[in-house]
């Protein structure tokens, strides 16, 4: 095989399809690859004939143009596949095997890994702070929004389904375990949701609607989304979540008392980021927002999961602090109220297997709860604009027509 093909950013609002090279159990060099990390061998490898993968809202990022990322930079880091080579360094993972594959690329080798915390793995960007497929300043391992991807320390970091079969009947929702559904539980767990939580997750994107799901799925009483796009919103109403509309000039601490009775919950998600709006009508940006919100809203003691990104550069910022992630944070609040925060990548692998499990015995319903939508690798260009646009879906690329029951863009 020689032939590949793969979304590409160019400029920012464009992304188009590309034909690349076929992967190699070595790193390549091209757009965003770390000199470091040119000629890598990766026998301990294998290469994906990739099933599922999907756009993220952090790819969004990147492609506004508020990060970094360099022209052609191969984007997608949420990556459901088949193995069809397996390195020799590989030894329990077997060509045909159907898997997930964590957006956080981890060594199993460093303390980091060995202590659970494989957002943060030492040994695979040599530049930065953990690393992921298909993203600016993570090492330069290509994207996985492709027709064929590799994957390191494939022994360590694959999951593996049990039953081929019945993953593909059901690989709408598994797809969802490479990033989003893992990272809004995280976000959940770190806030302390458990039986009987009031909870407030800002944003109601796939990430926001990912992380209401599982505090549903973690026993929460009442769970309440914040978002200022009204079709977002319904999608939250769509499996039980009450909704905020932000975009009101209500203040947030009265829609929440309207519905629970008292001007705080228990715990909150931020699940925005540092693009995040100001609250009201015609709000602007104001990447500080929501972190000062949940604090507001969260009880003397809470926990807040913040999984939202948040980067340490970017461009389009509005000012010079902001441009290096510096945010003006009521940290004196927080303080006072002795709040907990939790931040960084989701550590995928503390999850997926578990979620995996809740998804095969059905248990949950994450696809529909995120609106998932399936379109071809070619129409990723329309799904980009769309999902910026703000439409309420979780697109899911389909490279190889594999997926069943697809739903088109506007279905």
């Not at 027709?147 to 797809?175: G, H, I, S």
Request: net charge negative.
């Amino acid at each position: 095989m020689s032939g590949n093909k793969a979304v590409a950013y160019i400029e920012p609002g464009k992304v188009e399809v590309q034909a690349i090279d076929y992967p190699k159990l070595e790193v390549q060099d091209g757009p965003g690859v770390d000199p470091a990390n040119v000629g890598r061998k990766t026998p301990h490898g294998a290469i994906l004939k990739i099933v599922a993968t999907n756009i993220c809202g952090s790819d969004q990022h990147m492609v506004r143009g508020r990060t970094t990322a360099p022209a052609g930079l191969v984007l997608g880091h949420e990556i459901t596949g088949e193995v069809i080579e397996a390195g020799p360094g590989v030894e329990f993972i077997k060509q045909g095997d159907l898997v997930s594959v964590p957006f956080n690329i981890a060594c199993g080798r460093c303390r980091m890994c060995k202590e659970g915390n494989t957002g943060v793995c030492l040994n695979v960007n040599p530049s930065g702070y953990g690393s992921a497929y298909g993203y600016v300043d993570m090492g330069g391992w290509v994207g996985g929004q492709a027709e064929y991807v590799m994957v390191p320390y494939a022994d360590w970091n694959l999951l593996k389904f049990p039953d081929k079969d019945q993953a593909l009947e059901k690989v709408l929702d598994l797809t969802m375990l490479s990033d989003i559904f893992p990272t809004g539980y995280h976000g959940c767990v770190s806030a302390g949701v458990t039986t009987g939580s009031t909870v407030y997750i800002a944003g109601a994107g796939p990430v926001g609607l990912a992380a209401a799901h599982s505090a549903q799925l973690l026993g929460a009483a009442v769970v309440i989304v914040g978002d200022m796009n009204e079709e977002r919103l319904v999608q939250a109403r769509s499996f039980g979540c009450e909704t905020v509309d932000l975009s009101k000039d209500a203040p947030l601490v009265d829609q929440i008392e309207q519905i629970v009775g008292e001007r705080m919950v228990d715990c909150a998600v931020d699940a925005v980021g540092f693009e995040a709006k100001g609250h009201g009508h015609g709000a602007d940006e104001a990447p500080a927002t929501v972190l000062n919100s949940i604090m507001q809203v969260t009880r003397e003691a809470g926990k807040l999961g913040v999984v939202g990104l948040y980067v340490t550069g970017d461009p389009g910022a509005k000012d010079d602090a902001a441009k290096e992630g510096s945010l003006s944070i009521r940290i004196g609040l927080g303080w006072a109220k002795s709040h907990s925060f939790t931040t960084g990548q989701c550590p995928v692998m503390r999850y997926h297997r578990r979620l995996m499990n809740a998804i095969l015995n059905e248990r949950c319903q994450i696809a529909k709860a995120v609106n998932a939508t399936v379109i071809s690798l070619d129409e990723a260009p329309q799904g980009y604009q769309a999902f910026d646009k703000g439409a309420s879906k979780k697109y899911v690329l389909d490279p190889h027509s594999m997926l069943r029951n697809r739903q088109r863009i506007g279905a």
